[in-house]
């Protein structure tokens, strides 16, 4: 292994394999001292634990030191003896290969340190020089590379062509058979770096992928006509729901029954191959779902709403049902997932009515957090382009769907939920090729998906990781709840379009402790609250309002000028261009101290009308304690928010991770 990492360039120390039984360390005598000794063998992964490293050795001292290692480390295969490196920072580099990514990388600070602190940072291979150099900032160790105390900065150019050796384009990732593979300890000096132990466990290489061909899915969203397979004649079941929504929806509409001329007012016929139509919905038993979809032919698209297959431990009937689609030349959606909603092409799998088209696309792998997502959006103000749930994905995945978003006229954010990507390495590429602001919701990223791993980089890599190095090299939004989806997606909606005229956030609002939360609340979400330029503080004693600070403590209520506040921002972008303007304020107090909806009202068009006459600030209003109001008040006010252009938020955390979200697009 040492002599692989030297033919691609990797600094190692000098050293002798000496054997086991017969231990011959005359070659030793070559070695500069100070010598290391080391013992290797199967399964021998922590060598300082087992007692199966001596450091500080003179070639003399060596058959002592490997009798001693013998008598403690039983079923060890031999011996290293190298040069022992320059004391400096300790460091591990690692690769592993991700079931659903492919390979990772991973640094971190190594040596005894790596499993006690577990301080490493991800990211998916190739890196970047950029990626690099951002994962040694992110690591909380990052300050002893720059020195400190007495000791010069390490050689971080150095480290940083380590990792681009190891993960980037052309790296070593690309030439082996990709296990675990792991440089612990690599030693960082002044001088450079040093691999000082390496592990590699190699697999059977997975199978070649097949370049992604990417349907049209265009007829999936605006079908001319729509089958439904599985409603009933006689006792309503859940095909004979979806028939009513599709009534209701005004799209053109056929049941399959098999001796029935219609289903509840609906045309019927006696089977799909005898259906018009680009979209049929299936609900029937899972038994039944192959011989059904294999009379596809001609349906361009087939959705099989019923579940008992892959998820309920029948792999096998999932393969069956992928085959019949496959034979039938029709695409899979499912099993196992609720269907498409899109109010452009009358797509629905939800009652109620649907909502106006407008420009953010949902992928799902649930068909229950979908409708969730869907009705509670709306209710906020969101419009959708595309909505689409996968489910099992046994065909059509999220990859394949997001790749056809990139040229999707209609769609201007994407929102994911995910819970097996299915094809994470197309997911991933799929996410780096999308020009616009995607946000990522993953369920199951709690799991200890690498239990049985055999090496330090095994254990420290898990399934929540990966995910936020997908997000961060994809310049996507992670965020950790439903709330926060549709909160991320209601703020991209309204400011999507807009190219702000500077960086950092305002926090305005009225004085007392929901400042100083509200302070909080911004930097646990990773959001900068500048300082205010201090030349605006003459102008804002003048409007009556201290220079107090960011978050600014600006009075807002029921007695107050609804202006005051846009003032107060007006002035202070005239000499600083903030990206985003967090207006709060707290609904109690209009109705506590006065009953005052219409004041509550004027304050939102004076925001509305402050955001229309600076179209580069990203204006976003919290209505704290919003409860409080009247019925329909608050309803009020979010239409005159969003009618401006402007999200609505009930909490300061809610409206911060929103920003927060924002403020990822185009970061990678």
């Known amino acids: 292994m040492k002599a692989l990492l030297r033919e691609a ?72 003896v190298e040069e022992q490196a320059a004391a400096g920072v300790e460091l591990i580099v690692g690769l592993v290969r991700d079931p659903a990514f492919g390979p990772v990388l991973l640094a971190g600070l190594g ?114 006509a729509v089958a439904v397979v599985g409603a009933s004649a006689t006792r309503p079941n859940f095909g004979n729901m979806f028939l009513d929504f599709y009534r209701a929806a005004g799209v053109p509409l056929v049941a399959v029954h098999p001796r029935a ?50 998820e309920a431990g029948r792999a096998g009937l999932e393969e069956e049902l992928a085959a019949a689609a496959r034979a039938a030349g029709t695409r899979l959606l499912g099993p196992n997932c609720m269907g498409v909603y899109c109010p452009r092409g009358r797509q629905t799998f939800v009652g109620g009515g649907m909502g106006p088209p407008g420009s953010v696309a ?10 969730e997502v869907i009705k509670v959006g709306e209710r906020r103000g969101l419009a959708f382009s595309r909505v689409v749930t996968v489910g099992n994905a046994a065909d059509v995945t999220p990859a394949e769907l997001l790749r056809w978003l990139v040229g999707d006229p209609e769609t201007r954010a994407v929102g994911l939920y995910l819970e097996d990507p299915r094809d994470g390495r197309r997911l991933f590429e799929a996410l780096r090729a999308l020009d616009r602001p995607v946000v990522l919701l993953v369920g199951g990223r709690t799991g200890q998906g690498r239990a049985a791993a055999a090496s330090h980089t095994g254990g420290l890599v898990s399934d929540r990781r990966v995910w936020e190095a997908v997000a961060e090299q994809a310049g996507a939004a992670l965020v950790s709840s439903q ?14 379009g807009r190219a702000p005229g500077g960086d950092g956030v305002l926090v305005v609002g009225p004085s007392g402790g929901a400042s100083v939360l509200a302070a909080d609340a911004f930097d646990a979400a990773g959001v900068r609250l500048d300082p205010l330029p201090g030349e605006v503080a003459g102008e804002l004693r003048e409007l009556g309002v201290p220079a107090s ?78 409860e409080c109001a009247p019925p329909g008040v608050e309803d009020e006010v979010r239409r005159i928010a969003t009618a401006a252009g402007i999200p609505l938020y009930r909490s300061m955390e809610a409206a911060a991770a929103a920003v927060a979200a924002g403020g990822r697009h185009g970061a990678a």
């Not at 231990?23 to 070559?30: C, G, I, S, V, Y």
């Open 362 to 371: 949902l992928i799902s792998q649930s068909g229950g957090l979908a409708g």
């Open 111 to 224: 040596g005894v340190w790596t499993e006690t602190l577990r301080d490493t940072a991800l990211r998916l291979c190739p890196v970047s020089e950029r990626d690099a150099r951002a994962m040694l900032g992110s690591l909380r160790a990052a300050p002893l590379l720059g020195g400190g105390r007495g000791r010069p900065p390490v050689d971080v150019a150095a480290l940083v062509e380590l990792l681009l050796t190891v993960g980037g384009a052309g790296g070593l990732w690309e030439r082996l058979e990709l296990g675990e593979f792991e440089l612990n300890p690599v030693i960082a000096t002044g001088d450079g770096v040093t691999a000082v132990d390496a592990r590699y466990l190699p697999t059977a290489a997975p199978p070649p992928s097949h370049d992604l061909v990417t349907a049209d899915f265009l007829p999936l969203f605006e079908p001319r």
């Open 549 to 626: 600070g960011n978050p600014l403590e600006v009075p807002v209520g029921p007695r107050g000028r609804p202006g005051l506040v846009p003032d107060v921002v007006a002035a202070i972008l005239r000499r600083r261009a903030y990206r985003d303007v967090v207006a709060h304020v707290n609904v109690q107090a209009f109705f506590t101290y006065g009953d005052a909806p219409e004041a509550l009202r004027g304050y939102a068009r004076a925001l509305a009308a402050a955001q229309e006459g600076l179209p580069r600030t990203r204006f976003t209003l919290v209505t704290r304690n919003g």
């Open 261 to 310: 001329a219609e289903v509840a007012g609906v045309p019927a016929v006696p089977s799909l191959a005898a259906a018009d139509v680009d979209y049929a919905l299936v609900a029937v038993p899972a038994e039944r779902c192959a011989e059904v979809v294999g009379q596809a032919a001609g349906v361009p698209f087939v959705q099989v709403m019923s579940g008992g297959f892959g």
């Open 483 to 496: 709330d926060d989806l549709i909160g991320a997606l209601a703020y991209l909606q309204a400011h999507g």
């Open 9 to 80: 360039g990797v600094p190692v120390p000098r050293g002798v394999v000496v054997a086991r039984d017969l231990p011959d360390f005359r070659a030793a005598r070559e070695l500069a001292e100070p010598l290391v000794l080391k013992a290797f063998g199967p399964g021998l992964v922590h060598k300082s634990e087992a007692g199966a490293v001596e450091l500080g050795l003179r070639a003399a001292d060596l058959p002592a030191a490997a009798a001693r290692m013998r008598a403690r480390v039983p079923g060890l295969a031999g011996f290293l």
